[in-house]
């Protein structure tokens, strides 16, 4: 059986297979709306979430299939204390596949090894969110035609924001990209990443601390919210929250083909002002989320659809 917890999982082969399949699925959606009749989707949401876990639901019923599940720790019997490790055995005899988002890092790999249905890591902590990184590959192959031959910046928290790290190692597997990691100081790519997948695959990357030094050079911009959740103190996380403000003034120095990705929710980083710059596609990449999801649940659950 096949469970997603990283996007390494899948090889560039079967990831390809899978992108393809979501951009059919946005051609073609009504092939698709009963190839899930009678099958069921858990989401088990330990953290707060809104993309993630309705996007997983939208993709479930849009596959003719049903949901079932909890939107956050307090209802469920996690409250009682039970273990991730129990709480999947009940889900298997309920469900067919279910996404876990969990604050602990490797709560959903912990699930995976208990289960008997495939799990989805929807998010663990400030490890990975691998569903997150299929998003952002279908949204950047299908509005710039490849995957590979471009400067992407990635700014704002480096440190806690999984997509992040999610993103960086699913795309050094691209030919000539080169990343540009803009953060502060204290919000830096953690140690893991910056040595032992920047470093160890010879990836071309620079850190950058100014936005405006690097905006005119990208191709790709994809913003980030500093993670409130994961500082450990408020002082911190207030003297950090506001350090980048992409605006109007910014976006003058972008090239015209600049994309504005941002896997959401967004703070302040990004101005309301922005919204309506035909190069902030950040709505748009929320919705490649729902195509990916179909895909990938038709994928793991091996549903043929003719
Ligand atoms: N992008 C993302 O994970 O959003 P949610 O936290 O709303 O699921």
Do not use: W
């Not at 209802?75 to 129990?86: F, L, M, R, T």
């Not at 959903?108 to 569903?131: E, F, Y």
């Not at 905006?215 to 350090?243: A, G, S």
């Not at 002002?273 to 195509?291: I, L, M, S």
């Amino acid at each position: 059986m096949k469970h997603l917890m990283s996007p390494l999982d899948l090889s560039v082969e079967e990831l390809d297979r899978l992108l393809d399949l979501a951009n059919d699925i946005e051609a073609n959606p009504s092939r698709y709306s009963h190839s899930c009749e009678g099958k069921k989707l858990a989401t088990l949401f330990y953290e707060p979430s809104t993309r993630t876990r309705l996007s997983f639901e939208a993709a479930m019923l849009n596959l003719g299939g049903s949901v079932l599940g909890f939107s956050s720790a307090d209802s469920s019997s996690a409250a009682k204390g039970e273990s991730v490790s129990d709480t999947i055995r009940i889900i298997s005899c309920y469900a067919d596949i279910c996404a876990m988002r969990h604050p602990k890092e490797g709560a959903p790999l912990v699930a995976s090894m208990k289960s008997s249905i495939p799990v989805i890591n929807a998010g663990d902590g400030g490890h990975q969110h691998p569903t997150q990184t299929l998003t952002d590959l279908l949204t950047i192959r299908s509005l710039k035609g490849k995957l590979g031959d471009f400067t992407i910046g990635l700014c704002g928290d480096l440190k806690f924001g999984r997509t992040v790290h999610s993103l960086i190692q699913a795309l050094i597997r691209y030919p000539n990209i080169h990343f540009v990691l803009i953060s502060p100081e204290e919000l830096r790519i953690p140690d893991n990443i910056r040595d032992e997948v920047l470093i160890k695959n010879h990836q071309d990357f620079r850190e950058e601390v100014r936005l405006e030094d690097a905006i005119p050079e990208l191709d790709l911009l994809y913003m980030t919210r500093v993670q409130k959740e994961r500082f450990f103190n408020e002082e911190d996380y207030i003297r950090m929250k506001d350090f980048y403000i992409l605006d109007k003034e910014k976006m003058k120095l972008a090239r015209e083909d600049m994309l504005v990705l941002h896997p959401l929710p967004r703070v302040n980083e990004i101005s309301t002002e922005v919204d309506d710059d035909p190069r902030a596609v950040y709505f748009k990449q929320a919705q490649y989320g729902v195509y990916v999801r179909m895909a990938l649940i038709l994928t793991l659950l091996e549903v043929e659809v003719c």
